[in-house]
């Protein structure tokens, strides 16, 4: 699972940019450039929008965490963020956002037919002696 770690209040908690949350934020906000514009401004209407996102991104995080045999935590909301985040994890929560929507859109690539690229291996091969 690719997510960005957070704490917020003292608990971790993981977002992560899943297929839902790609096509919940199309229909919502218009698509991920638009909601990173939306969460730019320094009001409470980006504020609020700050902590829908975080709880969607988050609450992705936690079912994906499931998925893959971990144990159950608490899924935040959208109203307890609004009551618990503090001015400074706002600055935090503006940052890991879009780094969870780009981490999201990242992908692995494999070489294809096995091919090996030999200089990097060489390169590589010569920083661990």
Do not use: W
């Not at 003292?10 to 899943?18: D, I, K, M, P, V």
């Amino acid at each position: 699972m690719k997510a960005i770690k957070i704490t917020l209040s003292g608990q971790t908690h993981y977002l992560a940019f899943t297929g839902e949350a790609l096509f919940t934020i199309r229909d919502n906000y218009g698509g991920a450039s638009a909601l990173l514009e939306a969460i730019r401004p320094d009001t409470k209407e980006s504020f609020q929008t700050l902590c829908a996102a975080t709880a969607l991104l988050a609450e992705q995080g936690e079912l994906a965490r499931r998925a893959m045999g971990y144990n159950s935590q608490e899924i935040i909301s959208i109203e307890t963020l609004e009551h618990t985040v503090m001015p400074s994890d706002i600055i935090e929560l503006k940052e890991a956002i879009p780094r969870a929507i780009s981490l999201g859109f990242g992908r692995e690539i494999e070489p294809e037919n096995n091919e090996v690229d030999l200089g990097l291996a060489e390169l590589n091969q010569k920083k661990t002696n």
